[in-house]
């Protein structure tokens, strides 16, 4: 990846074999994101080109005929010059298991046939930005207390105005001493904030519909941004002057490249030097994040975003609430992936996955199976991502169930937790917490008793079973017939 | 349904020239109308041979493709109709399969009006 980057350019090669979406996309990948974009109709094509050319992205569709669009993905994988190629799916209706191929074949993200232009835009431009960042950023993963986001020595700094050639100047003139993330709008501004924590803040005087000073005051009020500092950035004579009470100073706004710098040192006296600031959870936050849109996304054809409101959970309310577990033997840690949201924003979920009436998504046995399998998915891209980073964890199993009330809720997402929306206004939640991990041995006479890790059996149904539930009969035979002798059960302890 | 897809394609094409994409949009309809046309052939062919795969696959890309060019009721009905079939389903989808095939030239004329229009 990135050999193909020049000048920031991004090269985009778009596989699809419908005309009308592959040239409106390529069109706005064009005109409004800046890529250089080549399309090819077919999955053969699109080998033929990647083998000949260097990308630095690849939009995949995945229903094509003669070679669907998982099959051109396992091919890009295995082929080494190709294997990390970013590739965007560009999906409107698939299944179950497809979306499960796809997530273990790593994809970047995702976009949502039909396009809609100003989503479509929104969503790439923040994952563009992130592309052309990967060049020179490292995340480093480590769990709660030690986690950092390290960028090569560059502190992130964002930069959010509705003028592209002010971001364009502004990105490549600071380029070389920060990771710089640009926003179009408010709403994008919020939402990369929340995911890349930046250290620094730079508004211009035109943030899309967002009034400037609203949009700083909002986050102001984001807990996870606490110590940002925020810097308008405006013109010579213009007449609004900030507030004090929100900034914590003021940028020239200029396209003189020495006039800029001189107005911006002073701002971030000592940054941009040999600092890297440590951010608990940044790293593993943003990848859920990441996880979470696009299983959530794919799974259900729409968009899903990270929402730019803070979560305050009603712990009265009824809903349903589920949990992955990661568990790090070695380390002796467990990750709880856990998700919660009322029943309207399940059945709206089970319809769109199943696409099925509402009155057939309203049966909870059919919402708990689906959402057991999100939890698998996002779960099992958690476990990738860590294992990228040099770290051991196995997925268990997930759980799903009803609660009148989500009790103890101030344990949900105890050290991480974000909302997210998708269609007519339907948020759930998503959070993390870790413990200590102790394991004990039991042998297969205990296995009758349940509370066994069925992952441990590699059983392909395994998010059928749960801990507490008995094994039937037919999981036992397997069980003896694979000669498992002992099975770990999991116990957690509070850190 | 006929004065409802004029009016989505219509407010589609104004946006896209507000966009300043008059130029692209001109190329995009060419490029529908073929796509389409083809499209309605193989639903219909598709059909009347029981051919399921083909008939999904034909209502997957009149959905996506007609989406974008602004005929959302249309693709509502090739939605409607993809997934129909993808339930195996497919021999009762015979009236929307009517339904589609008497809306599209009414589509075409849509988009022909805004093409006119574009290129005055």
Redesign the interface.
């Known amino acids: 990846m990135g050999k193909a980057m020049n000048k920031g350019i991004i090269k985009a090669l778009v596989i699809d074999d419908s005309p009308t979406d592959a040239e409106t996309l390529s069109y706005w990948l064009t005109k409004k994101l800046g890529c250089a974009v080549e399309i090819v109709y077919n999955g053969l094509d699109g080998l033929n080109k990647l083998a000949e050319i260097d990308f630095d992205v690849v939009f995949l569709d995945i229903i094509m005929p003669l070679i669907d669009g998982v099959e051109v993905l396992r091919e890009i994988r295995g082929f080494s010059r190709t294997a990390h190629l970013p590739v965007i799916i560009i999906s409107s209706n698939t299944d179950s298991k497809t979306v499960q191929s796809l997530m273990q074949l790593k994809i970047f993200d995702y976009v949502v046939k039909p396009f809609n232009a100003q989503k479509l835009i929104g969503r790439l431009s923040a994952r563009l930005a992130e592309l052309k960042g990967r060049q020179t950023i490292t995340v480093s993963m480590q769990l709660p207390g030690e986690v950092t986001i390290r960028a090569h020595d560059k502190e992130i700094i964002m930069i959010a105005d509705d003028d592209a050639n002010f971001r364009h100047f502004f990105a490549s003139t600071l380029g070389t001493r920060f990771h710089v993330i640009e926003a179009a709008n408010g709403a994008q501004a919020i939402a990369a904030s929340m995911k890349y924590l930046p250290v620094f803040f730079f508004a211009g005087p035109k943030i899309g519909i967002f009034d400037r000073d609203r949009l700083i005051a909002k986050l102001r009020g984001i807990p996870s941004l606490a110590g940002l500092k925020v810097f308008a950035i405006d013109g010579e004579g213009e007449a609004d002057f900030p507030d004090p009470s929100l900034y914590d100073g003021r940028v020239k706004r200029t396209f003189i490249t020495q006039a800029f710098i001189d107005s911006f040192d002073p701002c971030v006296s000592g940054a941009g030097a040999d600092r890297s600031p440590a951010r608990p959870l940044g790293s593993i936050h943003q990848f859920l994040i990441s996880a979470t849109e696009q299983v959530f996304g794919m799974m259900m054809s729409t968009e899903v975003c990270v929402d730019e409101h803070q979560v305050e959970l009603d712990a009265g309310q009824p809903g349903t609430y589920g949990a992955i577990e990661l568990l790090g033997h070695k380390e002796g840690k467990r990750m709880t992936i856990e998700f919660f949201c009322d029943r309207a924003c399940v059945v709206a979920m089970v319809m769109r996955m199943l696409q099925i009436e509402e009155e057939a998504a309203n049966s909870l046995g059919l919402a708990h199976d689906s959402l057991g399998e999100v939890l698998n998915m996002i779960g099992g891209r958690m476990r990738n991502s860590l294992g990228e980073e040099g770290r051991e964890f196995d997925l268990g199993l997930p759980r799903v169930e009803e609660r009148a009330a989500l009790e103890g809720s101030a344990e949900f997402g105890k050290h991480s937790k974000m909302d997210f929306s998708f269609g007519e206004g339907f948020r759930f939640s998503v959070g993390v917490c870790f413990d200590v991990l102790s394991t004990r041995g039991i042998s297969t006479s205990d296995i009758r008793e349940g509370m066994v890790l069925a992952r441990a059996l590699d059983f392909s149904g395994g998010m059928q079973l749960s801990k507490g539930r008995r094994l039937s009969a037919e999981m036992i035979t397997e069980i003896q017939r694979r000669g498992v002798d002992e099975i770990e059960v999991f116990e957690s302890t509070q850190s | 349904m006929s004065d409802q897809s004029r009016k989505e394609i219509m407010a589609k094409a104004q946006?896209w020239t507000e966009?300043?994409?008059a130029d692209?949009l001109l190329?995009?309809l060419s490029?529908?109308a073929?796509?389409?046309d083809a499209c309605i052939v193989s639903l219909r062919r598709a059909f009347e041979q029981g051919n399921q795969a083909d008939f999904t696959?034909a209502a997957?890309?009149l959905?996506?493709?007609?989406?974008?060019?602004g005929a959302t009721t249309f693709?509502d009905l090739a939605n409607k109709i993809?997934?129909a079939s993808?339930?195996g389903r497919m021999v009762q989808t015979a009236g929307d399969l009517t339904r589609l095939e008497e809306e599209y030239p009414r589509v075409r004329e849509a988009l022909e009006a805004v093409r006119v229009s574009l290129t005055k």
């Open positions: 946006y966009d300043g994409g692209f190329k995009l490029v529908y073929a796509q389409a696959s997957h890309t959905k996506s493709s007609s989406a974008n060019v693709s993809e997934i993808r339930q």
